[in-house]
């Protein structure tokens, strides 16, 4: 099959890439050719800048492909010019959007039933609203609608839980896999039993894969095992963990970016810590055992410089803090 990729040279986009090549597919690229690009010759390069609209879209004039995926659109200003300008030339357009868009729901598991945020208007750009936190759920609601709107059972939406695995940007999962290798006393949050909850991002591209091999439609919600943290640290190797209450730690000010990926259970956005992934199993979606994805990461941070999320001087103080309550 012929596959357009909007993106494609950054973690998801080359994950996607490589699963579809290793699939036998034909792979095009559409990017502003800013990003180093390591992808393999094969790969077709075209060049566009979706915050353009139509006019940053000629390089797909006259084309037509089996599917588009979209791995780059964070806004419907970036979005609908280019479901439209595919839409008589792609069987199937599969969106990758987020668990987000489930904002902090209460009931769980999480389902592709659960209500969504309400979308964002149509006309936010980056230039007037930052993409953050509070923004990015709405506007991923607002991608969602488009893709619907225009390709019905043609659209596919992935909403993947936190995604992790080689060449992430974010450094969330690389933070406590390489906080773990150095050893030592290690700050855990918590007191061991709240949950984390991520997916490998090539489970996502294989099942990205899937979808569009199968002429799957609908939404899927992308989530990988649901571990307790003393178990996650163990799977990393913690040598001593010292374990620092939540509490103690909202108390000091700490966050989701001092500590990636901890939310303490009935916490804030802690739901999206139990997503459900029973739909796309059954469609075929395989999971990577946590273990592996941690061994695949320790070895691919070998010889790479990971910024502390958590500098180790305030890591420090926060155990002798924890020590002194």
Not at 34 to 40: A, C, H, I, K, T
Not at 255 to 274: A, C, I, Q, V
């Amino acid at each position: 099959m012929q596959i357009l990729v909007f993106g494609g040279t950054q973690f998801i986009g080359r994950h996607l890439v490589a699963a579809l090549l290793a699939a036998g597919h034909r792979v095009s690229v559409l990017n502003r050719g800013r990003s180093p690009d390591e992808l393999p010759d094969a790969v077709e390069r075209l060049r566009g800048d979706r915050d353009l609209g139509l006019p940053g879209l000629e390089a797909l004039a006259g084309r037509t492909w089996d599917a588009a995926v979209d791995v780059s659109g964070y806004t419907p200003r970036q979005v609908r010019p280019s479901a439209e300008r595919l839409f008589r030339r792609v069987a199937r357009y599969v969106f990758v959007s987020a668990v987000s868009v489930y904002g902090d729901p209460v009931a769980r598991p999480v389902r592709e039933t659960h209500p969504r945020l309400p979308p964002l208007a149509e006309d936010v750009t980056e230039d007037v609203i930052e993409v953050n936190g509070e923004t990015y759920g709405p506007l991923k609601v607002a991608c969602e609608d488009v893709v619907t709107e225009l390709y019905g059972d043609r659209g596919t939406l992935l909403r993947p839980q936190v995604v992790v695995g080689s060449h992430d940007p974010s450094g969330r999962y690389a933070y406590w896999v390489r906080r773990a290798e150095l050893g030592g006393e290690m700050l855990a949050p918590g007191d061991g039993s709240d949950h984390l909850q991520v997916v490998d991002v090539r489970d996502l591209a294989r099942f990205a894969v899937q979808a569009i091999e199968g002429d799957r439609g609908g939404s899927f919600n992308l989530a990988g095992p649901r571990l307790p943290w003393a178990e996650f640290l163990e799977i990393l190797g913690a040598e001593s963990p010292v374990w620092v209450p939540a509490g103690l730690l909202a108390a000091e000010g700490l966050t989701f970016l001092d500590l990636p990926l901890y939310r303490p259970e009935h916490g804030p956005r802690s739901g999206l810590m139990e997503v459900s992934h029973e739909r796309a199993s059954a469609a075929g979606l395989t999971l990577t055992a946590p273990a592996t994805t941690a061994r695949d990461m320790r070895q691919w941070l070998h010889g790479r410089d990971v910024p502390l999320a958590l500098p180790p001087e305030r890591e420090a103080a926060l155990l002798r803090r924890a020590r002194g309550r």
